[in-house]
């Protein structure tokens, strides 16, 4: 690679137009885009639409009051991106390329290049890239659009499964913890790359743990574009400025591969367990002078995973033991979602923000739910100096009415292009954990092909292709065919003691004849379960996020009768607080109150029964994490602003405890 610019460093506008108007301006040039319903405004680069919008008092706070409800709009236009590129920037040799490269857009549209269409894009998981070289002309500035059409209509919480084919994140859509907001615009890093013929390509690095011998073993294979003869391929590996290991090969093109054994390393350790050292793979392609023509830098952890069955288990479960450098680790974490509808505009210290207090709750794992997205490279960078395992789901989830995954061919194919690019890009990371199909697929097309209740499993078309796409690229990572998984989505006290309750979800709060205090604690007792991928129970948001979120709405009392509440009702406990008290609340604090006591309750117990009963069972994973949007009431431990809830305290007591 010659040279790389950071687009996101240049000035950038934004412009709002019925869709297709735009195409019959006379100009696009910025600040003169004629017609545009919404002039152009200062736009951040990554951000959203609506991030531009409410900055300028176009768009209200949608999360305050029914205000969401005044942001759809948005979704109905077209919105231009526009930026000038200077001419330095592309100016480039006669051999090379300049290549825009765009790694996250949302959700589709089109790329022109001083007026004219050079490319286009559909799908918010995927990276696009864009080879502007035979639209440059030499020595000028450049203007560039991205223009967005208008996103799909619905994704949301409802729905059949098989028929959500448009590959973008289904929870700005609405689901049962946020109201909707359907994101528009650059969510990730967007770049200028100027590339010559010789370059590295595909770059795969597995770094493994020996306990015996207390070494690593580092594994490399690459790929790599030469254009003349006597190329060198030099790769090192470094502990800071300590080099530790080096190796030059000589390079003609293609594949190349090289192992090292018997490191003398540290090993890489989940939260709690140890630390979580890493080490940096630098992988240079060198002339026959030594110069470096193309680099890249790739951090790794040595550690070893193992899948071990659970003791007493059915001998035909799937194995929920995992041993990490030869120790059994007792997996204790919560489900992310993203920290905000638009994620775009979700800063590197809130990143650092909420999962820094998932590493002091004592979590040793995340697990990435599949109505999201896989989250941007500074997630990934994080967890793995914080000793955060990820668990990602593909970008597959259940609709309510029909949870069976897609079966045409075009959704495989696109299903199968996303995956194998989740793996390329994710499979260094030593945070990696394990690959999952996606959320709760189950049932079938008619709602009962497998039985309603039953997970989807590995022979089920689509999920046989993704399970195949990690085997050939992340052979060393377990692929799960959805959360949950095995003979039954949830587990029913009537059936403890028949080995069907691997890996389950649920239950989501206490219930008759569960009901806190001495029926939960027996349902827990009783547990045989040997995983539980999502377990909670519901808790009020702090009073001052209640009272602030209301606008000129009343935030007392919080029955469903409350449009404020009403936005994400599912989690509304003020009746089983009449039933107990046999009364109303008196005011709002006496309700928060009670109701986060209870929360912390239901979860210490159900997390404490788990790991009491290690290594019967593999862990606990709570749904969920944090608040994306400001709800009254929600399963979340960390309220809206990252705050810990009494049960992510309480929840850290158990998860520092010792296992067993």
């Known amino acids: 690679m010659y ?43 990554p951000g959203s639409v609506q991030a531009a919008l409410r900055q300028a008092k176009l768009l209200p706070d949608w999360n305050v009051a029914l ?3 005044h942001c759809d709009w948005v979704e109905n236009r077209h919105w231009l991106f526009e930026t000038h590129i200077p001419s330095a920037w592309t100016r480039h040799p006669v051999d090379a ?6 790694l996250g857009l949302d959700y589709s549209g089109w790329i022109l290049l001083d007026g004219k269409e050079v490319g ?15 639209h440059l002309a030499p ?23 098989s028929q959500m084919t448009q590959w973008k994140p289904r929870f700005n859509y609405t689901w049962d913890w946020t109201a909707r907001l359907v994101q528009i615009g650059i969510w990730d890093q967007i770049s200028l790359d100027v590339v010559g013929p010789t370059r590295i390509g595909d770059l795969r690095l597995a770094a493994d743990w020996d306990r015996q011998s207390a070494t690593g073993t580092l594994s490399v294979r690459t790929e790599a574009n030469v254009a003349t003869a006597g190329m060198l391929l030099r790769i090192s590996l470094r502990e800071s400025e300590k080099e530790i290991w080096t190796t030059t090969l000589p390079c003609d093109g293609g594949c190349l591969e090289v192992s090292k054994e018997h490191l003398r390393v540290s090993p890489w350790w989940p939260n709690g367990c140890g630390d979580p050292q890493l080490y940096t793979v630098h992988c240079q392609l060198c002339d026959t002078h030594g110069a470096v023509v193309d680099q890249l830098t790739r951090r790794v952890g040595f550690r070893h995973i193992r899948w071990l069955p659970c003791v007493d288990a059915p001998s035909a479960a799937d194995p929920w033991i995992c041993e990490i450098n030869g120790r059994p680790t007792f997996l204790q974490g919560v489900n992310w979602t993203p920290i905000r509808p638009n994620f775009a505009d979700v800063t590197d210290d809130q990143y650092m923000d909420r999962l820094r207090s998932y590493q002091q709750l004592g979590c040793n794992v995340l697990r990435v739910w599949g109505g999201g997205f896989m989250e941007r490279d500074i997630f990934w960078e994080n967890c793995d100096e914080l000793g955060l395992l990820v668990w990602q789901d593909l970008p597959l989830s259940s609709s309510g009415v029909e949870n069976w995954p897609p079966e045409d061919a075009a959704s495989i194919r696109d299903l199968t292009a996303i995956t194998k690019s989740y793996v390329l890009r994710r499979r260094h990371h030593a945070a990696l954990l394990l690959w999952c199909g996606g959320n709760e697929l189950q049932g079938g097309l008619d709602g009962a092909k497998y039985g309603v209740g039953k997970p989807v499993q590995l022979i089920h078309p689509l999920i046989h292709q993704l399970a195949q796409v990690v085997a050939q690229c992340d052979p060393d990572r377990r692929f799960v065919a959805s959360s949950s998984s095995g003979p039954r989505f949830m587990a029913d006290p009537a059936d403890v003691g028949k080995g069907l309750h691997w890996d389950v979800h649920g239950p989501w709060k206490p219930y008759p004849p569960y009901d806190l205090p001495d029926g939960w604690l027996a349902y827990w007792t009783r547990d045989d379960a040997l995983f539980r991928s999502e377990t909670g129970c519901p808790g009020a948001s702090n009073v001052d996020i209640i009272q602030s979120t209301a606008g000129d709405l009343p935030a007392f009392p919080g029955d469903i009768a409350n449009p ?11 009746p089983k607080f009449a039933e107990i008290h046999m009364r109303e609340p008196m005011d709002m604090a006496e309700y928060v109150a009670w109701s986060q006591a209870r929360q912390a309750n239901a979860l210490a117990i159900a997390a404490a029964a788990c790991k009491k009963r290690f290594p019967k069972c593999g862990g606990i994973l709570i749904w969920m994490g944090h608040d994306s949007f400001p709800c009254t009431a929600n399963t979340s431990i960390l309220d809206f602003h990252g705050r810990p809830k009494p049960a992510a305290l309480a929840l850290a007591k158990v998860f520092h405890s010792p296992q067993g």
């Open 97 to 102: 390329r300049v290549l825009l490269n765009c």
């Open 120 to 134: 286009n894009f559909r799908g918010s998981f995927l990276p696009h890239q864009f080879d502007l070289t035979p």
């Open 564 to 574: 404020v509440w009403r936005r994400t009702h599912w989690w509304i406990e003020w």
């Open 3 to 45: 040279s790389s610019y950071d687009l996101s460093a240049l000035a950038w506008r934004v412009s709002g137009w019925a869709p297709y108007a735009w195409q019959f301006g006379k100009s696009m040039e910025l600040g003169n885009s004629l017609g545009a319903e919404v002039p152009p405004l200062a736009a951040r680069v």
């Open 67 to 69: 205000n969401a409800r």
């Open 139 to 161: 020595d000028r500035n450049h203007h560039l659009v991205i223009a967005f059409d208008c996103p799909p209509r619905w994704l949301g919480q409802f729905g059949h499964t």
